[in-house]
């Protein structure tokens, strides 16, 4: 098992490109979360996912960013116009179930972006 | 509000000494409450977890302490080891959030040889 996979793990975009985040999650896991780490803080939730479903997006910004998790092919974390306050380290975790809690999350290594 | 409060922020302690991590949250429908460790350049990992039907739970070297009306909960580290170093955070999961986790701040400790 190949464990949650994202790519790229860098990625370096000018201010005002878009960025494209991609992950794969565990096989087996139907539910796909990403969070968003800025430097020397703790991760903050920012969209839950389930195949070509958002569940809760309630910690996404509501201008610029987008997400997907279509039936066939990895979840899709998209930023538009990218600003430098958007440099962080993005991580992707999935779970095989919703259980209520959160346990069954596995993350993965991570995105690290960086606007210049 | 949905906050989860850690402190210290960075903690240095010998090697076989017990870092003790807390953490303090708000809001009283969590009921899930895990620990995870971050190397640089990882993930997070989860390490141990407890729910609030307990006062403590142990899992090797780490032990995981909670008090339910004070609405608090620790991580310590028995025996620690230089290999231990990373940074730790705790979260905290309510019911029926669809597994969304509220992490805290974070924790940087370095285990000196």
């Known amino acids: 098992n190949a464990g949650v996979m994202q790519n790229p793990r860098h990625l370096v975009r000018r201010r005002g490109q878009e960025a494209r985040l991609r992950c794969s999650p565990m096989?087996?896991?139907?539910?796909v979360y990403w969070y968003r780490q800025l430097p020397e803080e703790g991760l903050k939730f920012m969209v839950y996912l389930q195949k070509e479903n958002i569940i809760d997006e309630s910690g996404m910004p509501k201008e610029r960013f987008s997400a997907e998790f279509p039936k066939e092919g990895p979840s899709i974390l998209r930023i538009q116009q990218v600003v430098r306050g958007d440099s962080a380290a993005y991580f992707c975790?999935?779970?095989?179930?919703?259980?209520?809690?959160?346990?069954?999350?596995?993350f993965g290594s991570g995105t690290r972006l960086t606007v210049v | 509000q949905q906050q989860v409060k850690q402190s210290p922020q960075s903690l240095i302690v010998q090697k076989g000494g017990i870092p003790i991590i807390n953490c303090a949250y708000e809001?009283?429908?969590?009921?899930?409450f895990p620990w995870y460790q971050q190397f640089p350049g990882k993930g997070p990992a989860l390490l141990i977890a407890i729910r609030p039907d307990v006062s403590e739970k142990k899992e090797g070297r780490f032990t995981i302490s909670f008090n339910k009306s004070a609405k608090q909960f620790s991580l310590h580290i028995m025996d620690s080891q230089p290999g231990d170093s990373a940074t730790y955070f705790c979260a905290a999961s309510p019911e029926n959030a669809g597994n969304m986790l509220t992490f805290g701040g974070g924790t940087r400790l370095m285990v000196k040889p």
């Open positions: 096989k087996g896991h139907s539910h």
């Open positions: 809001n009283t429908a969590f009921d899930y």
């Open positions: 975790a999935s779970s095989p179930r919703m259980t209520g809690t959160g346990d069954g999350y596995t």
